[in-house]
T-cell receptor, first 117, second 114 residues
Framework: AQKITQTQPGMFVQEKEAVTLDCTYD???????LFWYKQPSSGEMIFLIY??????QNATEGRYSLNFQKARKSANLVISASQLGDSAMYFC??????????????FGKGTLLTVNP | KAGVTQTPRYLIKTRGQQVTLSCSPI?????VSWYQQTPGQGLQFLFE???????NKGNFPGRFSGRQFSNSRSEMNVSTLELGDSALYLC?????????????FGQGTRLTVV
């Protein structure tokens, strides 16, 4: 069964510094996608970045990059130059693609990031 | 382009009642999925609809049901509410074509059962 593990319930970072949020996953499907979402206190889930299991390069989106280590089954999110507005819950999620086109995301428990001024 | 719209934003219901939540996806998106978020269980997949058909279902009791209309709008119904059904219910829409399609979420409906 697919599983996502985020081992850091909370993280603190100083403004303008970089921070890494950990995510490991487990799946028997060779084809899958990994996502990171941000959830501010308002509740909406905001898509940040995507990595496909067959992608050769690590994904980057502005200040967000994904450190994808397939053999270790890890997909850590790196946020560079943290801003106060980055304070939020961050969720790692996976979608298994081998079963067809149905859309189901499996989420980790999340990491609460606090950016200090 | 309008985002995913969920109504209502907040609901308070009494045990034993039923409730219907609504989700309007992004125009052109035919896949709508629903998730329940609670402090104890985190985010859990409820079900997914595509072109009015349920494609996938999570591990929830039959009290939780849904449907999708021809315009891709979706509703989720919970009957015989229990205190444990108090949660943030999130709806997500996607194109569901291609491998790297992200899901776009609404702001959720916060349901409180008293």
């Amino acid at each position: 069964a697919q599983k996502i593990t985020q081992t850091q319930p909370g993280m603190f970072v100083q403004e303008k510094e970089a921070v890494t949020l950990d995510c490991t996953y487990d799946t028997s499907d060779p084809s899958y996608g990994l996502f990171w979402y941000k959830q501010p206190s308002s509740g909406e889930m905001i898509f940040l970045i995507y990595q496909g299991s067959y992608d050769q390069q690590n994904a980057t989106e502005g200040r967000y990059s994904l450190n994808f280590q397939k053999a270790r089954k890890s997909a850590n999110l790196v946020i560079s130059a943290s801003q106060l507005g980055d304070s939020a819950m961050y969720f790692c999620a996976m979608r298994e693609l081998g079963g067809g086109s149905n859309y189901k995301l499996t989420f980790g428990k999340g990491t609460l990031l606090t950016v200090n001024p | 382009k309008a985002g995913v719209t969920q109504t209502p934003r907040y609901l308070i219901k009494t045990r034993g009642q039923q409730v219907t939540l609504s989700c309007s996806p992004i125009s052109g998106h035919r896949s709508v999925s629903w998730y329940q978020q609670t402090p104890g269980q985190g985010l859990q997949f409820l079900f997914e609809y595509f072109s009015e058909t349920q494609r996938n279902k999570g591990n929830f009791p039959g009290r939780f049901s849904g449907r999708q209309f021809s315009n891709s709008r979706s509703e989720m119904n919970v009957s015989t509410l229990e205190l444990g059904d108090s949660a943030l219910y999130l709806c997500a829409s996607s194109l569901s074509t291609g491998r790297s399609t992200e899901a776009f979420f609404g702001q959720g409906t916060r349901l409180t059962v008293v």
